[in-house]
């Protein structure tokens, strides 16, 4: 009698494939038609195509700063509206990697798309607010800038994604890529190193003078050479880089930001120049991310921090 009824409640739990019969494909469409998608945009083969008309992806919920009440004050922009994300997830098996974006659309705001991979992405000019967190977990083969937004701003909407090649107008105003990797034009801040490129080994182009927060960011690199004429390092500029094993700062660098080497794990021995420090704990809390070996070491050899 036990046997029988544990039968009859695996039946139950497995249902129509306990029985025999294929579960139907989800329906994405159906879905998409009863929630309203159907007025945003549509798919055709594997492109999204977002409408004419739209000016707006996802929450409008920018924040300035009121110096009055002294607190960020969340603000929506009178020419918009709330619109549509779109995520992975809503498209079934088989989700777009292209996307067609309208020459109405102004605003992108946090997750307008989340966990989507494009094998192509054009951020574009007429962009007027771009939220951080825009593009929330995606993955681009190409992220093209047309885009003149200011670069934190920029940066800010793709800092999770994972991208392989940036890429840029060859008039573009501001900003140029080179091989791949973002830069101001005038290339001496380099802005952003593709986290998704396989390559162990980067030689930043003589002429750079900035690293920009957190520029890096990749699990690949291993050594990364710093042209002579660098000067300053921003905050986290190598920040979870976790295969980095070692890294000599040139003589003509004078600043190196909080945080530069924070999750750097395998990480054993950064030559500074005299006189220079850099702080690896600047919370205690992180401590154990780091190899026991890990030292500091300046010109004349002399060891200015073990972190431990």
């Known amino acids: ?53 739209v000016t707006a992806l996802s929450q409008a919920s920018h924040s300035t700063w009121d110096p009055i009440s002294r607190e960020f004050v969340k603000t929506k922009p009178k020419f918009l509206e709330n619109g549509p ?31 989507l991979h494009f094998n192509a992405f054009t951020l574009p000019e007429q962009l007027e607010v771009l939220e951080a967190g825009a593009f929330e977990f995606c993955f681009f083969d190409v992220l093209r800038i047309e885009s003149t937004l200011p670069a934190q701003e920029l940066l800010n909407s793709f800092y999770d994604c994972t991208v392989i090649t ?46 920009w927060p957190y520029a890096f960011g990749t699990d690949y690199l291993k050594t990364i050479s710093l042209p002579i004429g660098l000067k300053t390092i921003g905050s986290g500029a190598f920040a979870t880089c976790g295969r980095l094993q070692s890294i000599a700062v040139p003589l003509t660098v004078t600043e190196i930001g909080d945080y530069a080497f924070w999750r750097c794990v ?29 030292i500091y070491r300046g010109d004349n050899g002399d060891t200015l921090s073990s972190g431990h």
């Open 1 to 53: 009698m036990k046997r029988i009824l544990l039968l009859l409640l695996a039946l139950v739990l497995l249902g129509p494939a306990a029985l025999g019969e294929e579960t139907p494909p989800y329906d994405w469409r159906a879905d998409w038609e009863a929630w309203g998608y159907d007025q945003y945009a549509e798919v055709q083969d594997d492109t999204l195509i977002i409408f004419e008309g």
């Open 85 to 115: 994300r779109f995520e992975d997830m809503m498209f079934g098996d088989h989700p777009p990697h292209q996307v067609s974006l309208p020459s109405t659309l102004r605003y992108l705001g946090g997750e307008s798309f989340y966990c």
């Open 166 to 211: 940036y890429e840029v107008p060859e008039d573009h105003p501001l900003y140029h890529a080179i091989d791949g990797v973002l830069f101001f034009k005038d290339g001496k801040t380099l802005l952003a190193y593709p986290g998704g490129r396989t390559d162990e080994h980067y030689d930043v182009p003589a002429g750079v003078e900035h690293i």
């Open 266 to 294: 395998s990480l054993e021995l950064v030559s500074l120049p005299d006189g220079l420090t850099a702080n690896k704990n600047d919370n205690p809390r992180f401590v154990q991310y780091y190899t026991d070996d890990f």
